[in-house]
């Protein structure tokens, strides 16, 4: 028997814009997706054959690109909420392939979280690096389409460069909030992208988004909380813009609000989950149960992906 887990993530800044080569920055939380691989009679995914209705699409696609030699028996668990936003797909796709890779094909970081990209954009037609290179590599990323300090690695598709940095993860208090709708990244993505080639303010949003995610990394890097929660909540209002708010996601940022430093959507949007920086973690917690909200507490994490086995 072999596996591996991967970290869940959020996004702090520059979702979407990311997907037009802009920059952005995710974190990596203490919540884990793990999968275990054995040998057996037939190929099985959490007990059900392959290709069966509810099985991980991500999972799946695992399993087509590594081509395993024999059967196999895949186990998933998890306590990264699936559908809200805090990278259960990319933590599936990257533990899949660790755990898939007795080969070691995929010891190297950067080759982990490039087949990792490859199959996120498999199975969503459009995406970014940064989700599945958070959960390979933890502690913090910065995505930018220049190459800046603590560079990791680069991704390159098509005419679109992405730098992958290390950034250090800061002593602070983040909650998330789900509203209970989880809304698929794909179609979300593909809205942006049509948006944006008809308006020009969309454009203009995108542009925004870049540069405020690199102003907020600095500060968030610098200990500026205060101004962290301001950019938090210009990115939230950019997004918004860019047709991926919803009425849920607004109720939780009110409820939120007062216990708050910033709050915004985090991921794709359209539901999904707040995140919140917050010196009242508690209070903010309660208040997006109060609202509906589901709390997710979650802490940072410098761990990436972790083999065992
Ligand atoms: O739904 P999530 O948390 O995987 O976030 C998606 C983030 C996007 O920027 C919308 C897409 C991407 O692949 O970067």
């Known amino acids: 028997m072999s596996g591996a887990s991967a970290p869940g993530k959020f996004i702090l800044f520059g979702e979407h814009a990311v997907v037009f080569g802009k920059p952005a920055f995710a974190l990596a939380i203490d919540r884990r997706l793990t999968v275990t691989v054995a040998e057996a009679e037939r190929t ?29 028996r895949l186990e998933t668990r998890s306590t990264i909420p699936a559908g809200s936003g805090l990278g259960s797909s990319a933590a599936a796709a990257i533990a899949t392939l660790a755990a898939l890779d007795r080969q070691g094909r995929l010891r190297e970081e950067d080759d982990l979280a490039r087949a990792g990209f490859e199959v996120e954009l498999a199975v969503q037609g459009r995406a970014s690096p940064l989700d599945t290179s958070t959960v390979t590599h933890g502690s913090g990323i910065l995505v930018s389409p220049e190459r800046l300090s603590g560079h990791l690695w680069e991704v390159r598709r098509g005419e679109k460069v992405w730098n992958l940095h290390h950034r250090s993860i800061p002593e602070a208090d983040f909650v998330v909030g789900f509203t209970g709708i989880s809304a698929a990244t794909g179609p979300l993505v593909a809205m942006v992208h049509e948006r944006a080639a008809r308006e020009p303010k969309v454009r203009e949003a995108i542009e925004e988004i870049g540069e405020l995610t690199l102003a907020g990394v600095d500060a968030l890097q610098h200990e500026r909380f205060e101004e962290v929660g301001e950019l938090m909540e210009r990115n939230h209002a950019l997004l918004t813009l860019l047709g991926v708010g919803h009425e849920r996601l607004d109720a939780l940022l009110r409820a939120v609000k007062p216990y708050a430093l910033g709050a915004k959507l985090t991921g794709a949007g359209g539901g999904g989950s707040i995140v919140a920086l917050t010196e009242k973690p508690d209070k903010a917690a309660e208040a997006i149960r109060a609202a509906g909200g589901t709390p997710i507490p979650v802490r940072l994490s410098r761990e990436g992906v972790r083999r065992h086995g």
Do not use: D, I, M, T
């Not at 099985?44 to 196999?72: D, I, M, T, W």
């Open 44 to 72: 099985e995914l959490n007990g059900k054959p392959f290709g069966a209705a509810g099985n991980s699409p991500y999972v799946e696609e695992c399993l087509r690109r590594v081509e395993p030699q024999g059967h196999l």
